[in-house]
C-alpha cells in the first residue's frame, strides 16, 4: 500500500509540474539563423517567392493566395502541409510586416498553434544574414504546456528550413 501510495505521490506531482509549466511559459521563443553568399536582394526577393518555397519546406504540400496584397502586408495564404504520417494539416498564413530586402514578419494560425516568425535580412562583407526570432502558442492551455519542452525540436525545424534555403539559393 504505501508503494502506491508513492507512485500516486509521484504521478501527481508530475502532473501539477506539467500543468504549471502553462502558467508559467506562456509562449516559447527562440532564434535560428543562416548566413549566404549571395546580395540581399536576391535573397529576399527568392526567400518570399511562394512558387519556390517547397523547395526548401518539403512537408508544404501546397500554398495558395486567399488575399494577396501588392505591397505584401496584409496578405493571407493558405498552406497545406503534410506530416511523415501523410496526414494534411492547414495552416492560414498572413504577412504582418514587409519591408523590402530588410524584414519580413509572418503568423501562422492553425488549430494547434499560433505562430509568429520575424525575419530580419541583412547585408555584410558580400554575405546576407537571416535572422529569425520565433514565437509559438498553443492552440489550447494542454499545447502551451507541451511546447516549451519541444522548444529544441521546433527550433531545430525551423534552421534545417534556414539552411536548405540557404543550399538551394545558393545552388542558383
Given at each position: 500500500?504505501k508503494?502506491?501510495?508513492?507512485?500516486?505521490?509521484?504521478?501527481i506531482?508530475?502532473?501539477i509540474?506539467?500543468?504549471?509549466?502553462g502558467?508559467?511559459?506562456k509562449?516559447?521563443?527562440?532564434?535560428?539563423?543562416?548566413?549566404?553568399?549571395?546580395?540581399?536582394?536576391?535573397?529576399?526577393?527568392?526567400?518570399?517567392?511562394?512558387?519556390?518555397?517547397?523547395n526548401?519546406?518539403?512537408e508544404l504540400?501546397?500554398?495558395e493566395?486567399e488575399?494577396?496584397?501588392?505591397?505584401?502586408?496584409?496578405?493571407?495564404?493558405?498552406?497545406v502541409?503534410?506530416?511523415k504520417?501523410?496526414?494534411?494539416?492547414?495552416?492560414?498564413?498572413k504577412?504582418?510586416?514587409?519591408?523590402p530586402?530588410?524584414?519580413?514578419?509572418?503568423?501562422?494560425?492553425s488549430?494547434?498553434?499560433?505562430?509568429?516568425d520575424?525575419?530580419?535580412f541583412?547585408?555584410?562583407?558580400?554575405?546576407?544574414?537571416?535572422?529569425?526570432?520565433?514565437?509559438c502558442?498553443?492552440?489550447?492551455y494542454?499545447?502551451?504546456?507541451l511546447?516549451?519542452?519541444f522548444?529544441?525540436?521546433?527550433?531545430?525545424?525551423d534552421?534545417?528550413?534556414?539552411n536548405?534555403?540557404?543550399?538551394?539559393?545558393?545552388?542558383q
Amino acid at each position: 500500500m504505501k508503494t502506491i501510495k508513492i507512485i500516486l505521490g509521484v504521478i501527481i506531482a508530475l502532473t501539477i509540474v506539467f500543468l504549471a509549466t502553462g502558467l508559467i511559459f506562456k509562449e516559447t521563443t527562440y532564434t535560428t539563423k543562416v548566413t549566404i553568399n549571395k546580395p540581399v536582394n536576391e535573397v529576399f526577393s527568392v526567400f518570399n517567392d511562394t512558387s519556390k518555397i517547397k523547395n526548401w519546406i518539403p512537408e508544404l504540400h501546397s500554398i495558395e493566395a486567399e488575399n494577396e496584397k501588392t505591397e505584401r502586408t496584409g496578405s493571407t495564404y493558405k498552406l497545406v502541409m503534410k506530416n511523415k504520417n501523410g496526414e494534411e494539416i492547414v495552416m492560414r498564413e498572413k504577412v504582418m510586416a514587409f519591408v523590402p530586402n530588410e524584414k519580413v514578419t509572418l503568423r501562422f494560425n492553425s488549430s494547434t498553434m499560433l505562430k509568429t516568425d520575424d525575419y530580419v535580412f541583412s547585408f555584410s562583407d558580400g554575405n546576407t544574414t537571416i535572422e529569425n526570432n520565433s514565437k509559438c502558442v498553443g492552440g489550447s492551455y494542454i499545447l502551451s504546456c507541451l511546447y516549451p519542452y519541444f522548444k529544441g525540436k521546433l527550433k531545430s525545424l525551423d534552421q534545417e528550413y534556414l539552411n536548405n534555403f540557404k543550399t538551394f539559393i545558393e545552388k542558383q
